[in-house]
């Protein structure tokens, strides 16, 4: 474990501060959260960091007195002016990314102002972490309204151990895709050592995401990008279930309060249902569902009654206006329909009940009945369950419930079928006593287990592996290339060799490669490198001879080696030679068919045919699918082509079917028996063709790998354009040092 302290990060504190008759007050909101993290708190010393609820009017020397008393408990305010408060959280939190994360596609707006809140919002949190933030700390950030923080953290403070943990679901990359700014929001959380989410399912859309917004791949369980890895999880909450329990055996009040409810509803059915009044959490559905219940099974009418317990919730968006409206009148309609003087079918409560009143509604009804048409975990499902010990109740429970990865025996429904909900119902309600039993024990079981304690305790265990392993770990890349030491070294050199890749070193990928072709200042430094003393100097590419010579074909001086070897045209001869007596073409005909075949299979792939290599691009074609296919087609190939000279071999966005020999490892040896006594090495490169290069190489060369990722070669750059800037200044060099020399004899003569 850390050494350090916690620091929890949350939009809202665990705090309720209001002005009661008696001045300010602070108490502290109950929640599974609060009660595993108080906990862990207070063990290992921290402090929670968030937004009180509401903007200071006025400074206000009561407020003051009472944030400081929280302060020394360790409860961190951030102050958020009304105005940016209205904009973040009302604004681009709750109406941009909650209604898009949960599908809710229509009732997404982006307002451009919402985004510069939001942004200003994550960096006052920051402001607040960094305050606090001391070595071997640990940084826990919850939630959507956060998702910039993890990356503002890691800006300043490199060695920090952030994690992050999305409440909520995420949503299908196509969805994703919508939000504006989405590749920040991707880049914000990517500043975290550990992601985690609450199902599989959200895991792997982010990890879509992440390929189709970022071009980013990832694995099941990591991802690196940027130069520093992410650890991704999926860590479904539970709840803390002596809370709900404890009340029934032990809390007299509950006690009070469900015998209360047997005599009210002596003879009668409870049908329960609990949310915070939100269109994500499907109350009018239900509501529908019922009357439906009540039209097909006429014989439940004045046995059961739904009881809906429902907190109001950001009630200054519109959106929740209108569900408030709907769901007034739906109940009104379902009373008017079918009620009796004895009988009332809902009994709507819209306020935030008691613990107390709430265990024991739970403890007495018979169905919970718990249908949002989305949620990240839903936490009521599982509180429901804990109260029913004795397996007595059922969990009808919604299928887009982030609780139903885990809630097998519950009974599953779409919430959107009313209809088919109505008949689970009706079949539930008769269902033999035995079979309910059974379903309830299994899940009141794995309550039990999986507890928020267990949850917390796991979420922070695997973010300290993922940090100790980033803080361990060796750099994921090759040291920066250090340009004033090359530079000295090809000045004090004599005999010098240099050899340059082409497509991703020279110039950047173009989704086509025709489309690569190289500038002028490319040429132009190629050509005074190749004509300056004492330097030999080569293409290395696994392009086409035509294209080689089309690009270089007239610079003086300069090696051209094309097909990754398999070509070499030498500055004296001009011609070009194959490595080996040039292979029939046969084995074309053979590999065309099942390359066709990808072709045909994947819009935006195409094939390019050199003469000792095949080649299927799919940089243009979607990114996963295109990735998926490559693998399937390397494995078909290899099985296909296993005693033959031939590869299948997966470059950047391509599968090249080539023959073993042609491979630029080989090719050096000849370019190094050229200049055997060059004391000044160089090879550039970006792929893994470019391996063979690095390591091919005889003694202390420099061999530079142009962008991310492990590598044989010393050192690194960012990109191509840092190769024209570094190639740049050697030319100048190579230059000055030359007119230097024509210079001095003149000088001497004069
Ligand atoms: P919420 O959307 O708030 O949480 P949920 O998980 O159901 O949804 O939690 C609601 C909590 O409020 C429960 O603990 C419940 O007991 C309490 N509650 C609801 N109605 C109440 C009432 N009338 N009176 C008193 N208490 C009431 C977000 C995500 C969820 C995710 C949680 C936790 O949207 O998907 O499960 O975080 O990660």
């Known amino acids: 474990m850390a050494e350090g302290k916690l620091i929890v990060v949350s939009n809202r504190l665990p705090l309720s501060v209001r002005r009661g008759p008696e001045g300010w007050v602070a108490e502290p909101s109950s929640g599974g959260l609060a009660s595993a993290v108080n906990p862990i ?97 640990t940084v826990w950030i919850h939630d959507y309204h956060l998702m910039l923080l993890p990356r503002l953290i890691r800006d300043v403070a ?73 650890r991704l999880e999926a860590l479904p909450i539970g709840i803390a279930p002596e809370e709900f329990a404890g009340y029934i055996e032990n809390d007299a009040k509950t006690q009070r309060a469900f015998e209360a409810l047997r005599k009210r509803y002596r003879n009668r059915r409870i049908l329960l249902g609990v949310d915070r009044l939100d269109y994500t959490k499907g109350i009018p559905e239900r509501l529908r569902a019922y009357r439906k219940l009540l039209q097909r099974a006429p014989h439940l009418r004045g046995q059961i009654v739904l009881v809906q317990v429902a907190v109001p919730s950001r009630e200054r968006i519109p959106e929740y206006d209108r569900l408030r409206n709907t769901v007034n009148s739906l109940v009104g309609e379902v009373n008017g329909e079918f009620g009796t003087p004895e009988w009332t079918p809902v009994v709507y409560i819209r306020r935030a009940i008691s613990r107390s009143e709430l265990v024991a509604l739970y403890a007495a009804a018979e169905v919970g009945w718990v249908t949002p048409l989305r949620d990240g975990m839903n936490l009521v499902s599982k509180e429901y369950v804990a109260c029913h010990r004795r397996g007595e109740g059922v969990l009808v429970l919604s299928e887009f419930a982030g609780a139903a990865a885990e809630m097998g025996e519950a009974f599953l429904v779409n919430p959107y079928d009313e209809e088919r909900v109505a008949a689970v119902l009706e079949r539930v309600l008769n269902l033999p006593a035995e079979e309910r039993k059974e379903r309830m024990l299994m899940l009141h079981r794995r309550v039990l287990r999986n507890t928020v304690f267990r949850w917390s305790e796991r979420f922070l265990l695997l973010l300290d592996e993922a940090a100790q392993g980033r803080l361990a770990a060796r750099p994921e890349r090759p040291d920066a290339l250090p340009v004033a030491a090359t530079l000295e070294s090809f000045r004090a050199s004599r005999s010098r060799l240099v050899l340059l890749d082409y497509d991703g070193t020279l110039v950047p990928f ?32 696994g392009r086409s001879r035509a294209d080689l010579e089309a690009f270089f074909g007239h610079v003086p001086d300069l090696w051209l080696i094309a097909e990754h070897g398999g070509l070499v045209r030498s500055p004296l001869t001009r011609e070009w030679e194959m ?170 003569a004069g």
């Open 510 to 541: 173009a989704p086509r490669p025709r489309d690569a072709v190289p500038t002028p200042r490319v040429v132009d430094l190629v050509a005074r490198l190749a004509g300056a003393a004492g330097v030999t100097a080569a293409i290395v590419s």
């Open 158 to 230: 490199p060695e920090a151990r952030v994690g992050f943990f999305l409440h909520i679901p995420f949503p299908a990359s196509e969805t994703f895709r919508i939000l504006p700014h989405r590749d920040e929001v991707l880049r914000g959380l990517l500043g975290a050592d550990l992601v985690a989410f609450q199902t599989h399912l959200d895991l792997q859309h982010f990890r879509s995401s992440l390929l189709r917004v970022l071009g980013v791949p990832s694995a099941l369980d990591r991802v690196t990008a940027q130069g520093s890895s992410t």
């Open 579 to 748: 490595a080996r007596p040039r292979p029939g073409d046969e084995w074309k005909a053979r590999v065309l068919p099942v390359l066709d075949h990808y072709i045909d299979r994947t819009p935006g792939s195409f094939l390019e045919e050199k003469e000792l290599a095949l080649v299927w691009h799919h940089r243009l074609a979607d990114p996963e699918f295109g990735e998926w296919l490559a693998n399937e087609l390397v494995a078909t190939l290899d099985e296909m082509l296993a005693d033959t000279e031939l590869q299948a071999i997966r470059g950047n966005k391509t599968v090249e079917v080539r023959f073993a020999w042609a491979n630029k490892g080989a090719v050096v040896d000849r370019l190094q028996s050229l200049r055997p006594d060059a004391d000044f090495r160089l090879a550039i490169g970006d792929d893994r063709t470019d391996e063979d290069l690095f390591q091919r190489l005889r003694g202390e060369a420099w061999t530079v790998r142009v962008g991310e990722g492990t590598s044989s070669a010393r050192y690194s750059v960012d990109s191509p354009a840092d190769v024209l800037a570094f190639l740049e200044t050697l030319v100048s060099a190579a230059e000055d040092a030359q007119r230097e020399i024509e210079f001095a004899p003149r000088v001497a």
């Open 41 to 137: 708190l207070k063990q290992r010393g921290g402090l929670w960091i968030g937004w009180p609820g509401h903007a200071p009017r006025e400074l206000d020397a009561g407020r003051e007195t009472l944030l400081e008393g929280a302060r020394q408990k360790g409860f961190v305010t951030v102050d958020l002016p009304a105005d940016l408060a209205r904009r973040f959280y009302e604004g681009y939190a709750n109406q941009t990314l909650w209604p898009l994360f949960h599908n809710f596609a229509t009732n997404f707006e982006a307002d451009p102002e919402g985004w510069t809140a939001y942004v200003t919002a994550n960096r006052r949190f920051r402001d607040a972490v960094l305050e606090h933030l001391e070595p071997g700390d």
